[in-house]
């Protein structure tokens, strides 16, 4: 086994069984130490961050949209301190009690929210998931292990250094939260296999990372998948409203996994809605592929191709398509979407929530924008990813989403006869 991830998950194991116990005002305090010296240290950051901009600026295979989730700026880093903040203000989940109730013998039976444990994160070039993660799971009284990717390691020693720190001055084990230093994959793969010391692994990425972790892990995991989103507009739809989702949806920012990568249109709408709308995006500098009649809008729009419905672009391209009725539509979404964000622009109630129904993902919308998919627009403070399957969480993962239930029975004497 890998000599630095075994001695780092066994203090984790210890870490948590000390933040189990921590009460919630101590965990709040540390989490507001640890923003206000993310923003009293920004510059620091932000030359951490600039080495690994530079360095990856002469990678091959560089990417506009890699590059966005890579860079570090005040203002994110005040989101992410902001974030502290957010998740410090919600109520604590551990501890909760879920109903309780009285059987027959007389015994009381209920359940009650109790921290899942040690929790590995493997993820690539998205420094601020670092503060996140460390902020959510020192809430929900875990223990986190971060493994991040070779092209954000300056930035994420920086980002675990100072948040060490503020666990120290505040008397809580710094191995709560630790950052496996070494990138090279076998430190990942020996993380994916430590039953007994990791009780949940999370991976966040693209396709090919999550392929890897869920072939190859033997702790629990929790798949966050890629996000191959869509945006369906209807027939009698409001029509300037769908124009500002699409725009906002492709082009606010393109590099995350809740930007929506297929555009699907009902025919009825096709004519009006789509000529000033690819005028747009194309303004906005997105590259368009379209089905046979979206391409004859506009000749800038080249013919799509089987693999282009199935694709998670991550950059300022979006496929088009015209589709018969909403039932095309949605069979296209459940064909070819990864169970992430989807959305519907409609004037129907009754086919807004045929909508809702039939669509098979985490988060489906109505007349909103796929990009609110994110644990601070819903109110989590954060997140540890977007959950795309379907046992334990699904969606946006918060505070409760880190914790277990266990049964409390409370009895007087009983016996089984």
Same mark, same amino acid.
């Given at each position: 086994?890998h000599?630095?991830?075994?001695?780092?998950?066994?203090?984790?194991?210890q870490?948590?069984?000390v933040?189990?116990?921590?009460?919630? !005002?101590?965990?709040?305090?540390?989490? #507001?130490?640890?923003a206000a010296?993310l923003?009293? %240290?920004?510059e620091e950051?932000?030359?951490a961050?600039?080495?690994?901009?530079?360095?990856?600026?002469s %990678?091959?295979?560089?990417?506009?949209a890699l590059?966005?989730?890579?860079?570090?700026?005040?203002?994110r880093?005040?989101?992410?301190a902001?974030?502290?903040?957010e998740i410090?203000?919600?109520?604590?989940?551990?501890?909760?009690?879920?109903?309780?109730?009285?059987?027959?013998? !007389?015994?009381?039976i209920?359940?009650?929210r109790?921290p899942?444990g040690?929790?590995?994160?493997?993820? +690539?070039a998205?420094p601020?998931v670092?503060?996140d993660?460390?902020?959510?799971?020192?809430?929900?009284?875990n223990a986190?292990?971060?493994?991040?990717?070779?092209?954000?390691?300056?930035?994420?020693?920086c980002?675990?250094?100072?948040i #060490?720190?503020?666990?120290?001055?505040?008397?809580?084990?710094?191995?709560?939260?630790q950052?496996?230093?070494?990138?090279d994959?076998?430190?990942?793969?020996?993380l994916?296999?430590? &039953?007994?010391? $990791?009780d949940?692994?999370i991976?966040?990425?693209?396709?090919?990372?999550?392929?890897?972790?869920i072939?190859?892990?033997?702790?629990p995991v929790?798949?966050?998948?890629?996000g &191959?989103?869509?945006l369906?507009?209807?027939e009698?739809?409001?029509l300037?409203?769908?124009?500002?989702?699409?725009?906002?949806?492709?082009? #606010?920012?393109?590099?995350?996994?809740?930007?929506i990568?297929t555009?699907?249109?009902?025919?009825?709408?096709?004519?009006?809605?789509?000529?000033?709308v690819m +005028?747009? @995006?194309?303004?906005?500098? $997105? +590259?368009l592929?379209?089905?046979?009649?979206?391409?004859s809008?506009?000749?800038a729009?080249?013919?799509?191709t089987?693999?282009?419905?199935s694709t998670?672009y @991550?950059?300022?391209?979006?496929?088009?398509?015209?589709?018969?009725?909403?039932?095309?539509?949605?069979d296209?979404?459940?064909?070819?979407?990864?169970?992430?964000?989807e959305a519907?622009?409609?004037?129907?109630?009754? %086919?807004?929530?045929? *909508?809702?129904n039939? $669509?098979d993902?985490?988060?489906v919308y109505?007349?909103?924008?796929?990009? *609110?998919t994110?644990?601070?627009? *819903?109110?989590?403070?954060?997140?540890?990813?977007?959950s795309?399957?379907?046992?334990?969480?699904?969606?946006p993962?918060?505070?409760?989403?880190?914790?277990s239930?266990?049964?409390?029975? *409370? !009895?007087?004497g #009983?016996?089984?006869?």
């Amino acid at each position: 086994m890998h000599p630095e991830v075994v001695a780092k998950a066994e203090r984790a194991r210890q870490a948590a069984k000390v933040m189990a116990g921590i009460p919630t !005002g101590a965990k709040n305090e540390v989490l #507001q130490r640890i923003a206000a010296a993310l923003n009293e %240290r920004s510059e620091e950051i932000i030359k951490a961050n600039a080495g690994d901009l530079e360095a990856y600026r002469s %990678r091959p295979g560089y990417s506009k949209a890699l590059y966005d989730r890579l860079l570090l700026n005040r203002e994110r880093i005040a989101a992410a301190a902001k974030g502290l903040l957010e998740i410090a203000a919600l109520e604590d989940p551990v501890g909760e009690v879920v109903g309780m109730r009285l059987r027959p013998n !007389g015994l009381q039976i209920g359940q009650v929210r109790v921290p899942i444990g040690v929790v590995g994160i493997i993820y +690539e070039a998205r420094p601020n998931v670092t503060v996140d993660a460390a902020g959510l799971t020192l809430k929900s009284g875990n223990a986190v292990i971060l493994r991040g990717g070779s092209e954000a390691i300056r930035s994420n020693l920086c980002l675990v250094g100072i948040i #060490q720190e503020q666990l120290r001055a505040a008397g809580l084990p710094e191995a709560a939260v630790q950052l496996i230093e070494d990138t090279d994959r076998e430190a990942a793969r020996a993380l994916m296999r430590l &039953n007994g010391l $990791v009780d949940l692994l999370i991976p966040r990425g693209g396709p090919a990372l999550i392929k890897t972790v869920i072939e190859n892990a033997t702790v629990p995991v929790i798949q966050t998948g890629a996000g &191959n989103c869509h945006l369906y507009v209807d027939e009698g739809a409001d029509l300037e409203m769908a124009a500002a989702i699409t725009l906002n949806a492709k082009t #606010q920012r393109p590099g995350v996994c809740n930007a929506i990568e297929t555009l699907l249109v009902h025919e009825a709408v096709a004519d009006q809605f789509l000529p000033p709308v690819m +005028e747009k @995006l194309l303004e906005a500098g $997105v +590259e368009l592929r379209g089905c046979p009649r979206a391409a004859s809008y506009n000749h800038a729009v080249k013919p799509a191709t089987e693999e282009d419905w199935s694709t998670e672009y @991550l950059d300022l391209i979006l496929a088009v398509k015209v589709v018969a009725d909403m039932d095309e539509a949605i069979d296209h979404i459940n064909r070819y979407g990864t169970m992430h964000s989807e959305a519907i622009v409609t004037r129907d109630y009754d %086919r807004a929530r045929s *909508f809702l129904n039939r $669509v098979d993902a985490a988060a489906v919308y109505v007349n909103a924008s796929t990009r *609110f998919t994110d644990g601070y627009e *819903f109110g989590l403070g954060a997140e540890m990813g977007i959950s795309t399957q379907k046992l334990h969480v699904r969606g946006p993962m918060g505070l409760e989403a880190l914790t277990s239930l266990k049964y409390i029975i *409370f !009895g007087s004497g #009983q016996i089984r006869r």
